[in-house]
């Protein structure tokens, strides 16, 4: 989680406004910086603040604007810790007034003998040694003398009122606790705020001012003093054990565990709404494609229901898909009562897929249903037809397969390699060498996320790098083409990097699925690593002859490496990786002992779940809507199989190839399949084709179904003319500058994205038929 959002969600939300304005103060960071870069290029000069500066004045610096920045922020950091010191001086008094109300009450109620205890009784309760005891000196002294004479005037009247009932005392007591401990809090997360930001602006700045700041302005500030502190804790202390004689019969360990629960609970509720206005801020965000269109409200007898534009739009294509299914079950177009069956879940199931009318893997869900349901399924010999029990036993035997867990295993990897720095780390060395020439920048980014997506998937590797990117961004003029180029490149180098491992997307692992035998990790490298260089370079000159960077932006700012140093954790980490990796590589070599790549997937979920590296939660974020939807493919491929319907469209098809080559092939079925997956899902499009392509390219006087389902697999991550032709793409026309602005529209991709779709389509049909012909494909 981001400081800023860590910064507002443990925040009290009644005193939101008194903390340190971070995310402002984070923007004049990034303003400063792109000031720097107008004036001095990539290198900026270096600063030193340890020479005794004065307090209210720039320090040492090299030149007159760097010193004008540099107290431009200074100055905004001591109004906010100015507004923070008067804050917390303001509540304490409060607190510490109520603290001392509490205690002359508990007096009050032990002299007046409420529950019938004479003198005697009261001499004895004031004798335990958990009693608060007050002392001579009143609450004034723990304050400097300016605020002593300050009059309170917003005091919770909840704890100040007085009261001669246990209860009301209990109460008042539970409410002093949270609110001196939330004190405590705001105390803590300021301090870590500044420390923060400083370390920010120092990082981006190439400054030294964290150290001198911190020493010279936050630690005298007086909420941040030792003794302050102590005094609170105090405070706290005495609380407690107010409680304890109250409540827990003077047993203080059992008074502070309740207390403590109180705070918990107080905490939840608090930040409950805070933490649903997040989510729904980054929802928001994130979304991608939804429609702003005003909802239409209906009213009927159940209630008002409100429905816009895609609503309708689905509830028409569901009723329409509904339809043709009805429409398919009824007619006979194949000669057995199993294909016409089979064939109406396949064109039902494609139109859902088609127009995602609900959540993808729902429908991968509703396949094996309508498999079950309706009997589509027949024994081995294709002799019977099998019955519910029977088929539902095939069914999910064939669903839970092999690449299930190889897909698992991908996953695993990835979130070991982002949870513990990884991947960022090498990106960022990497991305360091680039330089500051942005067609070389371009260049090396492109690559960064290829290799990525190799080994994190496609999905997450433009989320890290378009986050790396941010301070070349963030520093570039607001008209400047290098942002959308770089932008767009990330993009459709990321779909390239779809098709360069088999866990870089889900389409390579249905691939693999269908492919018999499956290719070892070494002969997918050995076609498709080629493909993507070849096809980044050719994507990278079109970029450049498109956009121009370099002749609107000559120079751009530097990203500088990770300094973090390597941990005992990240090496273990990449060790289980790689030997996972060359165990794929070599998994034909030792078939006899692990029988599958789905079996070497089990040693990273061993590794890194075992010795609690990742937990359960890492567990459950993988994206098990992919592994469903997967499932439900399979699923659907395993009935278009049984039934004999795959059997005899493939012999249809092979009836119209009749003649061709499997080059000829392979570029008919590559034309095909980029159409279909610039409109839908890339999962989905493999999902429906490659079962297709794997039996007819079986049935050829020279079989050679390798080829055309590797192939064809390619092509489904090289479709790419489109803004929601594939996550990256989506990803990409998500971001904005700092004016709200979207750096990409729709005309960038039909520019780029469909002249890259059909580069990568001559490559695949090309260098990729002589690379796969020469393994033997």
């Not at 000069?45 to 920045?69: M, N, Q």
């Not at 500030?221 to 102590?230: C, E, G, L, N």
């Not at 007819?696 to 020279?702: H, I, P, T, Y």
Request: proline residues 5%.
């Amino acid at each position: 989680m981001k400081f800023s959002h860590q910064l507002q969600f443990n925040a009290v939300p009644d005193w939101a406004d008194y903390y340190l304005p971070y995310s402002n103060l984070k923007k004049l960071v990034y303003s400063t910086e792109r000031d720097r870069v107008t004036a001095y290029g990539a290198h900026r000069p270096s600063l030193d603040y340890e020479r005794g500066p004065s307090e209210r004045t720039a320090l040492i610096s090299d030149s007159d604007s760097v010193e004008r920045e540099n107290s431009r922020f200074i100055e905004a950091l001591d109004q906010s810790l100015d507004k923070i010191v008067k804050f917390y001086m303001k509540k304490e008094q409060e607190l510490y007034k109520a603290s001392d109300d509490l205690l002359n009450d508990l007096d009050k109620y032990q002299y007046e003998g409420v529950n019938g205890n004479d003198e005697h009784d009261d001499e004895h309760l004031h004798a335990s040694p958990n009693f608060p005891r007050r002392e001579s000196r009143t609450f004034d002294d723990d304050l400097p003398p300016n605020i002593i004479s300050q009059n309170v005037t917003e005091t919770d009247p909840q704890i100040l009122s007085a009261s001669h009932d246990t209860t009301e005392l209990r109460k008042r007591t539970i409410d002093l606790f949270v609110l001196l401990s939330e004190l405590k809090s705001f105390i803590a997360l300021n301090q870590t705020a500044f420390s923060k930001i400083l370390k920010k602006y120092d990082k981006i700045t190439h400054s030294n001012l964290k150290r001198y700041y911190i020493l010279n302005h936050v630690s005298p500030a007086y909420p941040f003093k030792s003794a302050t502190k102590q005094n609170l804790n105090e405070r706290i202390q005495r609380t407690e054990r107010v409680y304890a004689t109250l409540v827990t019969d003077g047993d203080l360990d059992l008074a502070i565990t309740d207390l403590k629960t109180h705070l918990r609970e107080r905490i939840v509720w608090e930040r409950n709404m805070v933490w649903r206005d997040m989510v729904g801020q980054e929802r928001k965000v994130q979304t991608v494609g939804v429609s702003e269109a005003k909802p239409i409200s209906l009213r009927t007898p159940c209630g008002t229901f409100h429905v816009d534009r895609d609503h309708i739009f689905q509830g028409l294509f569901l009723a329409i898909s509904l339809a043709v299914f009805g429409l398919l079950l009824k007619v006979n177009i194949f000669d057995q009562p199993e294909q016409n069956l089979c064939f109406a879940i396949l064109v039902f199931a494609s139109m859902l897929w088609a127009g995602e009318v609900m959540p993808l893997f729902v429908t991968g869900l509703i396949v094996p249903f309508l498999i079950v349901v309706l009997r589509v399924m027949r024994s081995e010999d294709g002799t019977e037809r099998l019955s519910a029990p029977d088929a539902t036993k095939r069914v999910f035997a064939s669903m839970f397969s092999p690449v299930i867990m190889l897909l698992l295993g991908g996953f695993t990897i990835a979130g070991a390699l982002s949870k513990f720095g990884i991947a960022k780390s090498m990106a960022t060395f990497v991305l360091s060498k680039a330089g500051t020439r942005p067609n070389r920048v371009l260049l090396v980014n492109m690559f960064v996320a290829t290799i990525a997506s190799m080994w994190i998937s496609n999905v997450a590797a433009p989320v890290l790098c378009f986050s790396l990117i941010q301070p070349i961004l963030r520093t570039l003029p607001v008209d400047s083409s290098f942002a959308p180029c770089l932008i767009m490149g990330i993009a459709l180098a990321s779909n390239l990097g779809g098709m360069a491992s088999p866990i870089s997307s889900p389409q390579n692992v249905i691939a693999i699925q269908n492919m018999n035998p499956a290719p070892s990790w070494g002969e997918w490298f050995f076609a498709a690593i080629p493909l993507c260089i070849v096809g980044n370079i050719i994507i990278w000159l079109w970029l450049l002859w498109n956009y121009h960077p370099e002749k609107h932006t000559p120079q751009i700012h530097a990203i500088r490496a990770s300094s973090d140093p390597l941990t005992f954790t990240q090496v273990y980490v990449v060790l289980v990786t790689v030997v996972t990796i060359v165990l794929w590589c070599l998994a034909h070599s030792y078939e006899g002992i692990f029988g599958d790549m789905g079996i070497i997937a089990i040693i990273p979920l061993v590794a890194f779940f075992g010795p609690g590296l990742l937990t359960k939660d890492d567990f459950n974020n993988f994206l098990w809507n992919v592994i469903m939807l997967a499932m439900g493919g399979i699923a659907l491929g395993k009935a278009v199989e049984s039934s004999g319907l795959l059997h005899t469209i493939a012999t249809q098809i092979e009836e119209a190839v009749t003649g061709m080559s499997a080059f000829q092939i392979l570029f008919v079925f590559s034309s095909l399949v980029l159409v279909i997956a610039t409109f839908i899902s890339h999962t989905v499009a493999a999902l429906i084709v490659l079962p297709i392509v794997a039996q007819v390219g079986a049935q050829l006087e020279d079989p050679r179904p390798s080829l055309l389902v590797m192939g064809t697999a390619f092509m489904c991550s090289a479709a790419m003319g489109l803004p929601v032709s594939g996550f990256p793409n989506m990803n990409a026309i998500s971001q904005e500058n700092d004016l709200g602005q979207p750096y990409l529209t729709t005309k960038d991709f039909l520019i780029n994205g469909v002249p890259s779709s059909v580069f990568a389509m001559l490559c695949v049909t090309t260098i990729g038929y002589g690379l796969m012909s020469l393994m033997g494909f």
